[in-house]
């Protein structure tokens, strides 16, 4: 117990300035698992689509709203699940949405027309969304604030994680059982992930602190976290928790308290990276094919950028703490945007192509994982799903447009190299985005600063 004159330390204060438990360490283990479930039924139907077109007698050209169906799905259950988290809190919106991609993952594997394709990929998008911004808001709140970007980072080598699984999981699979299996399985584990959620994922305690709710729950997960500390040491009370509650719905909160112009600055590297993410994952395996290469080298691509991801987000939070967030995130777009070119000229070469997708895949997939980290980091407890939800939602337009103009360019005629080309102009306007964010930030630091020498 402390003592008279000691200060009771909050939540936050007792998370950001001990190791890290057992009880965290799960936590943010179970976090990443939703999300190399999400990772494998996300970007599958990119592995599939060849095998579904022959099955199903569907010409490849017409699977853009296949790839954009499930893509808006997802967009929408950001958007609508991180208000709803910031009000309610963040595990059962991820168990819920865990339950609904794995039941309409089943159903896609019974599938018979692209127009129940396009619905249960929807459907199937609506779960994926929901659990992202939430698992990202779980894994930063039960991070110390030293290691968010380190853990957020992690965190993401789920998803190119999950789609490798996918890849492999397809060119075993697909010889066998047909591709229908690939839906089973990647309905069957997320299944069984939902039923354990329930029982082993807690509420977010930060957020339970901030919203002042149950005092009990809070002491329960603090004693796992820090048993050496009393329940009279903790500070309970919940000094935002008003004023959040009468400043109303939080999307608005995006746009106050100075956070207007970076939330907008936040979106374009958002919308831009994953324009490019979901164009390579949904159309590199069709434009490799189109050069001349095999089949199995559209795959192979599909997973060595997959593999490059993994490293790219197990590195990203390291090296944008040693290097700088914007720094890193600037040269990522800018090296991003040479490799996307670059594959123009290299159709022809198979070892070279596949070296340059596994280090697109490092570039772009770490920018996704460092972006992920800034927005976290950007957005206080009170909005933290609802500000990672929206720049995801934002994103997942991108991952809309890509799969689309992948389709639009490749029915007018155009060639894999005048698109590679072309497909660099994304991450040269997210490069530009993160500096004049980066600019924003540094003055609005000294505006604070400048703040603080005239209150003194």
């Given amino acids: 117990m402390h003592s008279a ?4 330390l909050t939540v936050s204060e007792i998370i950001d300035q001990r190791p890290l438990s057992r009880f965290q360490i799960s936590t943010i283990t179970l976090c990443g698992l939703v999300l190399l479930l999400d990772g494998f039924d996300t970007q ?6 060849p095998s579904i077109s ?42 819920l949405s865990a339950l609904t991609f794995a039941i309409f993952a089943l159903l896609t594997a019974r599938a018979v027309s692209l127009e129940q394709l396009i619905i249960f990929r929807f459907l199937t998008g609506l779960g994926l969304g929901g659990a992202m911004p939430n698992v990202v808001a779980l894994t ?14 992690m965190l993401f080598c789920g998803m190119p994680l999950g789609a490798l699984v996918g890849g492999l999981a397809s060119s075993v699979m697909i010889p066998l059982w047909g591709w229908r299996s690939v839906f089973y399985l990647g309905g069957i ?10 029982k082993a994922l807690p509420e977010s305690v930060r957020f339970l602190s901030e919203r002042g709710k149950n005092a009990r729950a809070i002491s329960r997960i603090m004693r796992a976290i820090a048993p ?63 050069s001349g290469l095999a089949v199995s080298a559209g795959v192979i691509a599909v997973s060595l950028f997959s593999l490059g991801g993994i490293a790219g987000a197990l590195t990203e939070g390291r090296v944008m703490n040693s290097c700088g967030a914007y720094a890193t ?9 040479v490799l996307i070119g670059s594959l123009a000229f290299l159709t022809r070469s198979f070892a070279i192509m596949m ?39 934002v994103g997942r337009v991108g991952s809309i447009v890509g799969p689309a103009i992948g389709g639009m360019l490749l029915t007018t005629g155009w060639t894999p190299q005048r698109i590679f080309l072309v497909g660099m102009a994304p991450a040269l306007c997210a490069s530009i985005a993160i500096l004049a964010s980066s600019r924003l930030r540094g003055e609005a630091s000294a505006f604070r600063a400048e703040l603080d020498a005239g209150r003194a």
Wanted: charged letters at 10%; glycine letters at 10%; a positive charge.
């Fill in 228 to 290: 050496e500390i009393s329940v009279a040491e903790l500070n309970l009370s919940a000094p935002v928790a008003a004023r959040a509650q009468r400043e109303g719905l939080p999307v608005r909160r995006l746009f106050t308290e100075e956070r207007a112009a970076g939330t907008i600055l936040l979106w374009i590297p958002f919308f831009m990276n994953l324009l490019i993410l979901y164009f390579i994952v949904n159309w590199l395996p069709g434009l490799l094919r189109q």
């Fill in 44 to 49: 599958c139907i990119g592995f599939l689509a």
């Fill in 355 to 393: 070296t340059v997708t596994f280090a697109l895949g490092l570039a772009v997939q770490g920018a996704q994982a460092g972006l992920n980290a800034l927005a976290a980091n950007f957005y206080p407890t009170t909005v933290r799903s609802t500000g990672v939800g929206w720049a995801l939602g």
């Fill in 189 to 198: 584990l997320p299944l069984a992930i939902a039923i354990i959620l329930v």
């Fill in 5 to 8: 004159g000691t200060r009771a």
């Fill in 140 to 153: 930063s709140e039960y991070s110390p604030k030293r290691l968010q970007a380190v853990f957020v980072g």
């Fill in 54 to 95: 022959e099955t199903l007698a569907i010409p490849l050209k017409k699977f853009g709203p296949v790839f954009s169906a499930g893509l808006i799905g997802l967009m929408i259950a950001a958007m609508a699940m991180g208000p709803v988290a910031d009000r309610w809190g963040r595990k059962w919106p991820v168990v």
């Fill in 329 to 337: 995130l600037m040269a990522q777009f800018v090296i991003s945007a």
